[in-house]
């Protein structure tokens, strides 16, 4: 079992919103969540089949007030703040966030890294 070293209102607004947004912008598929041990990381790897993000926009994927075209056409509600507060609150905690996608309509990853608490 792995167990993270976080302040747990904070890792379940970090992981309700990776996941929400997985969901929200697939429609086809689905969503697979896993957990491994990287190292002194927990690894936490969220991938859908969604609608994906443009090389050009997961350049800033993760900037205050920013979305992928693909999220808006998909969802015109949304501020632009998830993905960076949730970045914010991963480097607080020693952790990094890592997104991939190859392109619009193949879908997207998240990888999570948080320290794995030492007992």
Do not use: W
């Not at 598929?29 to 443009?54: C, L």
């Not at 890592?98 to 608490?117: A, C, D, H, M, R």
Request: charged letters at 30%; one cysteine or more.
């Amino acid at each position: 079992m792995l167990t993270i070293e976080a302040e747990p209102n904070y890792a379940r607004q970090i992981f309700l919103n990776l996941i929400d947004n997985a969901c929200k912008y697939t429609n086809k598929g689905g969503v697979d969540i896993s957990a491994r041990k990287n190292g002194k990381y927990a690894e936490i790897i969220i991938k859908d089949t969604g609608i994906g993000v443009s090389k050009g926009d997961q350049k800033k994927i993760f900037q205050k007030f920013t979305r992928s075209k693909e999220a808006v056409i998909e969802n015109a509600a949304g501020s632009g703040l998830g993905l960076f507060i949730v970045e914010k609150i991963i480097k607080a905690h020693y952790g990094k966030i890592e997104f991939f996608s190859e392109g619009k309509g193949k879908g997207s990853t998240v990888k999570v890294y948080l320290p794995i608490k030492q007992e």
